[in-house]
């Protein structure tokens, strides 16, 4: 009796066969009673499938972040395509707006220049940034510098004309008056060339 009970354990190998039983777990390879699905591997794979609906929650939350993801695309080219509508119909807008002015300028000016073939004076002015020469007689020298007549740009020639019709011209394209003076200026025009400079 002076063993103790581990040790008379022991010795029956009552400890022995429980550590061995204890550990020993079904393999895979073996053939077993479990196949059918009972057991706790069934109810776990139940309890699996039981939460597959749960599981799909963050795919639903997927799918919807994907259709506002595809709705903002969907927004963003119908905003582009809207732009660029706009952006072609406001071109053509300014290009039949620049035809209309042109028409009407060719018809405002048609057979009114008073160019002279045989003029030799030469008035010189700035226009577009560089020098530019038309030539005239007397007479319509003294009325350019007077602001009597003025000088109009049309296909790369420079026109005489009217005053009133160079005022005219100017309120449908001002781009295209080359040359109108101020009437009391005192001899010099508004680009600083005076009036009577030969060159």
């Known amino acids: 009796m002076a063993d103790s009970l581990r040790e008379q ?3 029956s190998g009552i400890v022995k066969q429980v550590q061995e039983t204890r550990p020993a777990k079904p393999s ?3 053939p077993g009673p479990r196949k059918s699905g009972a057991g706790p591997t069934a109810g776990g ?3 699996r499938r039981g939460n597959a609906p749960s599981g799909s929650r963050p795919s639903a939350k997927g799918d919807s972040s994907e259709m506002n993801l595809a709705k903002a695309w969907a927004m963003r080219a119908q905003t582009e395509q809207q732009e660029k509508r706009q952006a072609e119909a406001e071109a ?3 290009a039949r707006q620049k035809r209309e002015r042109k028409l009407k300028l060719q018809a405002l000016l048609e057979g009114k220049a008073l160019n002279i073939e045989a003029a030799e ?3 010189h002015f700035t226009y577009g940034g560089k020098i530019r020469r038309v030539y005239v007689d007397d007479a319509q020298l003294k009325a350019l510098n007077a602001g009597e007549l003025g000088v109009v740009q049309k296909d790369g020639h420079y026109l005489v004309v009217s005053r009133e ?3 005219a011209v100017q309120a449908l394209e001002p781009r295209v008056l080359a040359l109108l003076v ?3 200026q005192g001899g010099v025009d508004e680009d600083g060339i ?5 060159w």
């Open 9 to 11: 354990l022991l010795k």
């Open 28 to 30: 895979s390879d073996k």
């Open 45 to 47: 794979n139940q309890r």
């Open 92 to 94: 053509a807008e300014k």
């Open 121 to 123: 004076q030469v008035r």
């Open 165 to 167: 019709l160079a005022l």
């Open 182 to 184: 101020e009437p009391g």
């Open 194 to 198: 005076p009036d009577d400079l030969m």
